[in-house]
C-alpha cells in the first residue's frame, strides 16, 4: 500500500450510520485516496473502520488516531491483520498515546511515559502470534516531537502529524528520512471572510489548546505562550486553519508537500459552524 497524495480527516462521531456510509462513498466518488477518522469516546475504532470499508470498494481508510490505551498489542494486532485481510490492504492503522484526561479520567489507566509506552505496545504487536498473513503492515504513529518521530522511524510505516504547520512538516521529514510515509493533517474553511475564519479555528482548536502535548509542540514549532492562550492570536489561528479561496488553500497544502509530506489529509470546517464538515470544500479542492 501507499497512502496516496490526498486524503480527508473528518470528525465522525456524531454522524449516524447512514451519513457515515454516505460521507465515506462521496469521498471516494471524489477521488481522495484516505478517509481519516478519530477515536475518542464514541464509534470504537477497528469497529468503524470496517464498517466504512465494508461500504467502500477501493477507498482506505486510517484511523487517525487508535489510543493504545483503548486495545492491548495483540487485540490491535488482531485488528490490524483482520481488516487488511478481508479488505484487501485498504486499512491504515494510525495509533497513539492520546492524552492524560482520556487515558487517565475516562479510562482509568496509568498515563506511562509517551516513547516508552509505545516502543513496548509496538514490540507486543510484533510479538503477536496471529493467524492471518495480510498483505502489509500499515501502521503510523501520531508524532509530534523528535523522539516520537525517531519511533515512527524505526519502529513503524511512518508518522500522522495532527495540528500542525508546514515548518513542523519540515522538522519531521528530516527526522522520517526519505522512505517513511509523513501523513500530515490541514486543517481548512472555505471562505474568504477574515472574521467567520478565525471564528470557526478559535472555536475548533480551543479543545487542543488545553493539552500539554499540542501546546508543547506549538511552543517547538515558534508559537508563544501568547500565541497559544484565550482565543488565540490571529497568527496562531490563521497558522492552524488554511482559509480563503479554494487557490489559497491548495497553497497552504503544496506547502506541506514541498517541506516533505507525503500524504496530506484536509480537515474541512463548515464556515457557518452548522455542518460536522464542509463538503463544498471536498468538492472545490478534489484531487
Same mark, same amino acid.
Given at each position: 500500500?501507499?497512502?496516496?497524495?490526498?486524503?480527508?480527516?473528518?470528525?465522525?462521531?456524531?454522524?449516524?450510520?447512514?451519513?457515515?456510509?454516505?460521507?465515506?462513498?462521496?469521498?471516494?466518488?471524489?477521488?481522495?485516496?484516505?478517509?481519516?477518522?478519530?477515536?475518542?469516546?464514541?464509534?470504537?475504532?477497528?469497529?468503524?473502520?470496517?464498517?466504512?470499508?465494508?461500504?467502500?470498494?477501493?477507498?482506505?481508510?486510517?484511523?487517525?488516531?487508535?489510543?493504545?490505551?483503548?486495545?492491548?498489542?495483540?487485540?490491535?494486532?488482531?485488528?490490524?491483520?483482520?481488516?487488511?485481510?478481508?479488505?484487501?490492504?485498504?486499512?491504515?492503522?494510525?495509533?497513539?498515546?492520546?492524552?492524560?484526561?482520556?487515558?487517565?479520567?475516562?479510562?482509568?489507566?496509568?498515563?506511562?511515559?509517551?516513547?516508552?509506552?509505545?516502543?513496548?505496545? %509496538?514490540? *507486543? &504487536?510484533? =510479538?503477536?502470534?496471529? !493467524?492471518? @498473513?495480510?498483505? #502489509? +503492515?500499515?501502521?503510523?504513529?501520531?508524532?509530534? /516531537?523528535?523522539?516520537?518521530?525517531?519511533?515512527?522511524?524505526?519502529?513503524?510505516?511512518?508518522?500522522?502529524?495532527?495540528?500542525?504547520?508546514?515548518?513542523?512538516?519540515?522538522?519531521?521529514?528530516?527526522?522520517?528520512?526519505?522512505?517513511?510515509?509523513?501523513?500530515?493533517?490541514?486543517?481548512?474553511?472555505?471562505?474568504?471572510?477574515?472574521?467567520?475564519?478565525?471564528?470557526?479555528?478559535?472555536?475548533?482548536?480551543?479543545?487542543?489548546?488545553?493539552?500539554?502535548?499540542?501546546?508543547?509542540?506549538?511552543?517547538?514549532?515558534?508559537?508563544?505562550?501568547?500565541?497559544?492562550?484565550?482565543?488565540?492570536?490571529?497568527?496562531? %489561528?490563521? *497558522? &492552524?486553519? =488554511?482559509?480563503?479561496? !479554494?487557490? @489559497?488553500?491548495? #497553497? +497552504?497544502?503544496?506547502?506541506?508537500?514541498?517541506? /516533505?509530506?507525503?500524504?496530506?489529509?484536509?480537515?474541512?470546517?463548515?464556515?457557518?459552524?452548522?455542518?460536522?464538515?464542509?463538503?463544498?470544500?471536498?468538492?472545490?479542492?478534489?484531487?
Amino acid at each position: 500500500m501507499q497512502p496516496g497524495k490526498y486524503g480527508v480527516w473528518v470528525s465522525t462521531n456524531g454522524l449516524s450510520q447512514a451519513e457515515l456510509a454516505e460521507l465515506a462513498q462521496r469521498v471516494e466518488r471524489l477521488n481522495y485516496d484516505v478517509l481519516w477518522y478519530p477515536e475518542s469516546l464514541a464509534y470504537e475504532s477497528l469497529a468503524l473502520g470496517g464498517f466504512l470499508l465494508g461500504e467502500t470498494s477501493k477507498l482506505c481508510l486510517a484511523s487517525g488516531i487508535a489510543n493504545i490505551y483503548a486495545r492491548d498489542p495483540v487485540t490491535a494486532r488482531a485488528g490490524h491483520d483482520t481488516l487488511n485481510s478481508l479488505y484487501d490492504d485498504r486499512f491504515i492503522f494510525g495509533l497513539g498515546v492520546s492524552h492524560v484526561p482520556l487515558v487517565v479520567n475516562q479510562r482509568g489507566h496509568t498515563y506511562g511515559k509517551p516513547v516508552a509506552t509505545m516502543r513496548a505496545y %509496538l514490540e *507486543g &504487536m510484533a =510479538a503477536a502470534n496471529i !493467524a492471518l @498473513d495480510p498483505p #502489509a +503492515r500499515n501502521v503510523v504513529l501520531a508524532a509530534l /516531537g523528535p523522539n516520537m518521530l525517531a519511533l515512527s522511524r524505526d519502529m513503524a510505516e511512518g508518522a500522522h502529524p495532527y495540528c500542525v504547520t508546514p515548518e513542523h512538516t519540515a522538522i519531521a521529514k528530516d527526522i522520517l528520512g526519505p522512505d517513511k510515509w509523513l501523513c500530515v493533517e490541514q486543517k481548512i474553511c472555505l471562505t474568504t471572510d477574515t472574521a467567520k475564519a478565525r471564528d470557526v479555528a478559535s472555536k475548533q482548536l480551543q479543545r487542543y489548546m488545553a493539552l500539554p502535548n499540542y501546546r508543547n509542540n506549538w511552543l517547538r514549532t515558534g508559537f508563544s505562550e501568547e500565541d497559544i492562550t484565550g482565543r488565540g492570536s490571529d497568527r496562531f %489561528l490563521d *497558522g &492552524m486553519v =488554511a482559509w480563503g479561496s !479554494a487557490d @489559497d488553500i491548495r #497553497a +497552504r497544502l503544496k506547502a506541506h508537500k514541498d517541506a /516533505g509530506a507525503t500524504h496530506v489529509c484536509i480537515q474541512p470546517f463548515d464556515p457557518d459552524g452548522e455542518a460536522p464538515y464542509d463538503m463544498k470544500a471536498l468538492e472545490a479542492l478534489a484531487p
